[in-house]
Nanobody, 120 residues
């Protein structure tokens, strides 16, 4: 069993920045490939960004490329999502997940999600 705990969501204005964090706990000594999905009201959950356990491979959804940056502290199994130039369309609940680094993967573990609301 792996537990994921997200933090950092909130209400911001369009154009603002926000940083999400997710800490994974589970099997001692394990290293996880991790990522972020999001789900807006009335829409399907979608891939946002992912990063391999060693940080070598990173992928982003086209909608966030150039604005969001995913990073990680591998030793601590913590992943971050720096969200810049936030837009109204970024409003969603953001979920941390394991073990997907791209949109072609189906996550095995999910966090409870953190809500990001972008207001004009």
């Amino acid at each position: 069993q792996v537990d994921l705990v997200e933090s950092g969501g909130g209400l911001v204005k369009a154009g603002d920045s926000l940083r999400l964090s997710c800490a994974a706990s589970g099997r001692p000594g394990s290293r996880y490939t991790m990522g972020w999905f999001r789900q807006a009201p009335g829409r399907q959950r979608e891939f946002v960004a992912g990063i391999t356990w060693d940080g070598v491979n990173i992928d982003y959804a086209d909608s966030v490329k150039g604005r969001f940056i995913i990073s990680r502290d591998g030793a601590a199994n913590t992943v971050y999502l720096q969200m810049n130039s936030l837009q109204l369309g970024d409003t969603a609940r953001y979920y941390c997940e394991i073990p997907c680094a791209n949109s072609r993967c189906l996550p095995t573990y999910w966090g409870q999600g953190t809500l990001v609301t972008v207001d004009s």
